[in-house]
Antibody, heavy 118, light 110 residues
Framework: QVQLQESGPGLVKPSETLSLTCTVS????????WSWLRQPPGKGLEWIGY???????KYNSSLKSRVTISVDTSKNQFSLNLTSVTAADTAVYYC????????????WGQGTLVTVSS | QSVLTQPPSASGTPGQRVTISCSGS????????VYWYQQLPGTAPKLLIY???QRPSGVPDRFSGSKSGTSASLAISGLRSEDEADYYC???????????FGGGTKLTVL
């Protein structure tokens, strides 16, 4: 079955770039769209953006100036880069399979906590 | 402030029926499918209802979704202790051109 696993640093300094990778298994990453989402501690969920291996991307307008989502088809992975982070970017970050234009996310990775602190 | 409005909390006793509402607008729920996710404590969200009323395989038929106009609802019948979780409604917003979430409803089984 399809499985996703997030990986990356758990601590990032303010003003630096947050970089995470999602490794997909059980299906070719070229077959679907893929998204990043996040959840600050004790708060609700927020969609960050999606990508397709063809290069198509769409980002949450509130984060668009700082976000890049890219793909490495050779490794069946996709990545998130979020620049100029602040404490407000502290969250559990999830990757998930997506159907663009709907709000469909299934399955999800287990999530990884990223803390922004000096 | 979330684009979709959900009650912050709901509760019920075992066996009861509980409904959770999700209110939006013509640019989101009024034009697009609604999805519901269940998030058990300390775990990733799980797809519960898709395209307003459909259940993925493995989701008990105690869970049902509905949509009318710019609002949607999730109903849970025969409430069980393991249903205690946070529930989120989600849809696409044509004006924002992005996915929007409700703020989540924490369901407590008394």
């Amino acid at each position: 079955q399809v499985q996703l696993q997030e990986s990356g640093p758990g601590l990032v300094k303010p003003s630096e770039t947050l970089s995470l990778t999602c490794t997909v298994s059980g299906v070719s990453i070229s077959s679907y769209y893929w998204s990043w989402l996040r959840q600050p501690p004790g708060k609700g969920l927020e969609w960050i953006g999606y990508m397709h291996y063809s290069g198509s991307t769409k980002y949450n307008s509130s984060l668009k100036s700082r976000v890049t989502i890219s793909v490495d088809t050779s490794k069946n992975q996709f990545s998130l880069n979020l620049t100029s982070v602040t404490a407000a970017d502290t969250a559990v970050y999830y990757c998930a399979r997506d159907r663009p234009g709907e709000g469909y996310f299934d399955p999800w990775g287990q999530g990884t906590l990223v803390t922004v602190s000096s | 402030q979330s684009v979709l409005t959900q009650p912050p909390s709901a509760s019920g006793t075992p066996g009861q029926r509980v409904t959770i509402s999700c209110s939006g607008s013509s640019s989101n729920i009024g034009r697009n499918f609604v999805y519901w996710y269940q998030q058990l404590p300390g775990t990733a969200p799980k797809l519960l209802i898709y395209r307003n009323t459909q259940r993925p395989s493995g989701v008990p038929d105690r869970f049902s979704g509905s949509k009318s106009g710019t609002s949607a609802s999730l109903a849970i019948s025969g409430l069980r202790s393991e249903d205690e979780a946070d529930y989120y409604c989600v849809t696409w917003d044509d004006s924002l051109s992005g996915v929007v979430f409700g703020g989540g409803t924490k369901l407590t089984v008394l």
